[in-house]
């Protein structure tokens, strides 16, 4: 009834009509705090559904973490058993060293460089003393 009387009167003194200026204020007033509760719940509405995607994508990420868990797994026990096959298969006089790089070469001489890397070494120590 108060609200009514102000708006009545305005201000100012006793007058009998509307004061248009702060029954506009007062409405726009009312209907911003409206659209600003509405959009809040529209905005939770959306963190929600944000908040829901998220959490299925995060199940779907688990899904296919633990899939490559046990491909690897997988895969690693086969590398052991290709191994231990090929430790088993092995022949008798050839050293290991022939099946991984291909060269039957004399495995007890070092490389020329390597030797060559001696000698460097060698000089280098005895130029220092």
Same mark, same amino acid.
């Given at each position: 009834?108060?609200?009514?009387? %102000? ?5 100012g003194?006793?007058r ?13 007033? %009312?209907?911003?705090? %409206? ?6 719940t529209?905005? =939770?509405?959306?963190?929600? $559904? &944000?908040?829901?995607?998220?959490n *299925?994508? @995060?199940?779907? @990420?688990k899904?296919?973490? &633990? &899939?490559? =868990?046990?491909?690897?797994? =997988? $895969?690693?026990?086969? $590398?052991?058993?290709?191994e @231990? +096959?090929?430790?088993?298969?092995q022949?008798?006089? %050839?050293?290991p060293? *022939?099946? &991984? ?8 001489a070092?490389?020329? *460089?390597?030797?060559?890397l @001696? ?7 005895r130029?220092? +003393?």
């Amino acid at each position: 009834m108060l609200l009514l009387k %102000i708006l009545m009167t305005g201000l100012g003194p006793h007058r009998p009509r509307v004061d248009l200026g702060l029954l506009l204020g007062s409405v726009g007033l %009312i209907a911003t705090g %409206i659209s600003l509760y509405s959009a809040g719940t529209r905005g =939770q509405a959306a963190l929600r $559904v &944000e908040l829901a995607d998220l959490n *299925v994508r @995060q199940a779907d @990420q688990k899904n296919d973490h &633990e &899939e490559l =868990q046990k491909a690897l797994a =997988q $895969v690693s026990a086969r $590398v052991t058993a290709l191994e @231990q +096959e090929a430790a088993a298969r092995q022949l008798p006089g %050839i050293p290991p060293d *022939v099946f &991984e790089t291909g060269s039957v070469a004399d495995h007890d001489a070092p490389p020329p *460089v390597a030797k060559r890397l @001696q000698r460097a070494k060698r000089k280098g120590a005895r130029s220092a +003393e």
